[in-house]
Every structure is written in structure tokens, then in C-alpha cells.
């Protein structure tokens, strides 16, 4: 019996000495782990150790490379902001520019407008050719002009249509009508007829409520200096000086303003002009003269038309003195040096017929010589007094 006891006793404690030792071995493998000693870890074994970096290395640049991609997104929306609200990038900047010209085309649109009204006025006060803006331009070239000579050539040059596009000076110019609160320290105070004005750089301006507004270049009015950009034109023997639309010419120390020359040819005309169609051609209107686009040594460039009004195209009843005339078997009627023929409608103005002879001319009928033959001219006409039939006797010459 004491024999079963000890054996059982022993086996008790062999059991409890190895139960000790693995809890001891357990302890100093996860508390190697813990420190870094050895290749182990807490999750046991080399294997186990080198998977998880991996892990590591291949999460970590998956969500680094994720972030990028929203913060493009983000810096996306960033720059589409600033398009929203008026700041922020270059590209909104070109926007905001977009829109400033756009204002100032609607501001030229309506300063254009007010330059229309101020020019109208002009024309009206200086009793030039009435214009009606809502029907007919009722003037036409003044064809007295073309047996007369232009540096060599008969008459004016060739009409040759080409869009009229204003010419810009520079920042210091200001079309028609512009309006200033105040004008710089170069502008220089000159008069004509009393009529005081501001001067700078071929502009000219008047005082007005609050300011001062650019106006047409005043004729005679006389200025020390020309700005750069002032173009010289030779017209037969003459010199004269453009700019701005207006014409000059030398006197003594200065330049005094006068009207277009006629045939006067140019290179530009400025903002403000007002381009009409009178007799099937356009022409250029700008600062009460007409200007006929053509073409010059293959440039683009405009020559000064004289007109003259136009008499009505179609009347009712004919003047009382009518004479009726026959030409080439046509009827055509005739009074104070203008031929009518019978329409539908009535009676219409024509063009003088070649050969037709009148008994009288208006008192307006100028003298001209051609060639070597006097002739009488009125409204565009050229009478050849028929002196061997009697006085006051003409027929129509068409050259």
C-alpha cells in the first residue's frame, strides 16, 4: 500500500514539472515577440512574420495612391470654382475679360449711337444735305467732277468696294461723342468764332454739363502742333495733312482745319464713320464727307466724293414750262435741267438723253470748258450752246 502511494505521488509530480515547463516556454516566446528578439513574433513562426510586411507594402501605396486621386479630384473642383465666382485662376480671369469687352461693345454701341445723333445734328445745323435715315440717302456724286483731273488720273478712281473697318489711333483717341469728366494736362485751349475748345493729340473737345465731349474738328480753327500718325496727302500741286477724318493745311507756323479736299485719297477712316449706299455703291460718311472706297496698288483706301442732292425719282404732275423733246423715237419732257419720261405711276426722273435740245437752262448752270469747248453745266448735265440755230439754244453732250 505504501508502495502505490509513492509511485502515484511521483507520477503527481513529473506531471506538474512539465505543465511548469511548457507555461515557461510559452512565456519566453511571447516575450521575445514583444521585444524584437529573434525571428519569432507574436503570431509564431518566420512564415507568418515576412506575410505581413508584404501585406503592409502592398496596402500602403494602394491608399497613398488612392488620396492623389481625390485630391485631383478636389483641386477639380477648386478650379471650377473661381468660374463661378469672379476669382481665383487665369482662366477666369480671361472670363472676366470676355465680359469687360462685351460691356464695352454694348458702351461703343451706345456711345456709336450717340456720335449718330450728335453727327445728324451737325449735318442739320450746317445745312448740309438732308439724309433720311429711314428711306433713301437723297444725294448722289456730283458727276460734274469727272472731266476733272486728280494727281493725273480723269475723274475719280474706280469705285471698288471693301467693308469699311474703323481705324484705331490709340489709347488717346476718342471717337465723336466720347465723353470725358476731364481732359489731360496736354490739351491746349483753342478758338474759332469765339467758340472756345479743347485740343490734344487731333482731338478736339467742348465743355459740356460735368465734363467734356468730343466733337467734329471745328473748319478754320488753327493748331500749333499734328499728333504722329498724321498723313500726308499731295493732290495735284497741293499738300495737305489728314487725320482723324479731318483735313489740314499749312500756314505759316501752324495747321489750320478745312474742308475734304475733293478727290482727296486716304488710307483709313476712323471709328464713327456711317457706310450708305447711294446709287448702288456704298460709300463711307464721316464728319460730313463722303468717302468712296478703292483700290490702290492693291491697298484698300478711300477717295472724297463731292455730292450734290438728288432730285426726286418719281413725281406726279410735270411743271407747268415742261418741253416736250424726242429723241430716238422716245418722248421725254424737260424743265429747269431735268428730264422726266411718262411712267405708270407717273413721271419718272432720267438720266439726259444724248442729243436732246433744250430752250432754256436754270439760272444754277455753270460754265465749264473741255477740251478746248465750252459747255454749260447743271445737275450733272453738259449743254453745248448751239449758237448756228439761235440763242439760248442747247443740246445735251454725254462724254
Known amino acids: ?41 507574436i503570431n509564431g513562426g518566420a512564415n507568418r512574420s515576412t506575410t505581413r510586411p508584404q501585406t503592409q507594402q502592398h496596402t500602403k ?80 456724286v456730283n458727276h460734274n467732277h469727272h472731266n476733272r483731273y486728280y494727281n493725273g488720273h480723269r475723274g475719280y478712281y474706280p469705285y471698288y468696294y ?47 454739363s460735368g465734363g467734356y465731349t468730343v466733337v467734329n474738328p471745328p473748319t478754320n480753327i488753327v493748331v500749333n502742333t499734328m499728333p504722329e500718325g498724321v498723313e500726308t496727302i499731295q493732290l495735284n500741286d497741293d499738300t495737305y495733312y489728314y487725320f482723324g477724318g479731318a483735313f489740314y493745311e499749312k500756314t505759316k507756323d501752324s495747321y489750320k482745319v478745312i474742308p475734304a479736299p475733293d478727290g482727296a485719297v486716304v488710307t ?33 483706301m478711300y477717295q472724297v466724293v463731292s455730292m450734290e442732292e438728288a432730285p426726286p425719282e418719281l413725281v406726279q404732275e410735270l411743271p407747268k414750262d ?4 424726242t429723241v430716238g423715237g422716245d ?16 413721271y419718272r426722273v432720267v438720266t439726259a438723253p444724248n442729243g436732246a435740245v433744250v430752250k432754256s437752262l436754270p439760272e444754277g448752270a455753270k460754265s465749264e470748258k473741255v477740251e478746248g469747248v465750252e459747255y454749260k453745266v447743271f445737275n450733272n448735265t453738259y449743254f453745248q450752246p448751239l449758237t448756228n440755230v439761235g440763242d439760248n439754244v442747247y443740246q445735251v453732250v454725254v462724254f
Open 1 to 41: 500500500m505504501k508502495n502505490v502511494i509513492y509511485t502515484l505521488m511521483v507520477v503527481f509530480a513529473l506531471m506538474a514539472t512539465d505543465i511548469e515547463a511548457q507555461r515557461m516556454r510559452h512565456g519566453l516566446a511571447g516575450g521575445g515577440g514583444n521585444r524584437g528578439g529573434g525571428s519569432r513574433s
Open 61 to 140: 501605396p494602394n491608399t497613398e495612391h488612392k488620396r492623389p486621386e481625390y485630391n485631383r479630384n478636389k483641386g477639380t473642383n477648386d478650379r471650377q470654382k473661381p468660374s463661378n465666382v469672379d476669382r481665383g485662376s487665369g482662366s477666369n480671369k480671361g472670363g472676366d475679360k470676355a465680359a469687360n469687352i462685351k460691356n464695352g461693345d454694348k458702351n461703343t454701341k451706345n456711345r456709336a449711337g450717340d456720335k449718330k445723333g450728335t453727327r445728324a445734328g451737325d449735318r442739320n445745323s450746317n445745312n448740309k444735305v438732308n439724309i433720311d435715315r429711314s428711306t433713301n440717302v437723297n444725294v448722289r
Open 162 to 208: 471693301h467693308p469699311y473697318h474703323p481705324y484705331y489711333y490709340g489709347s488717346y483717341w476718342h471717337p465723336f461723342g466720347f465723353f470725358v469728366a476731364t481732359v489731360t494736362v496736354t490739351a491746349v485751349i483753342v478758338s474759332v468764332n469765339n467758340q472756345p475748345y479743347y485740343y490734344d493729340n487731333g482731338v478736339y473737345y467742348m465743355q459740356s
Open 268 to 300: 483709313n477712316i476712323p471709328e464713327g464713320g456711317e457706310e450708305l449706299e447711294i446709287d448702288g455703291n456704298k460709300y463711307v460718311l464721316y464728319n460730313n464727307t463722303y468717302f468712296q472706297p478703292l483700290a490702290q496698288n492693291g491697298e484698300n
Open 322 to 325: 415742261a418741253q416736250t423733246i
Open 331 to 346: 418722248d421725254y419732257y424737260y424743265s429747269t435741267g431735268v428730264f422726266y419720261s411718262k411712267s405708270d405711276d407717273g
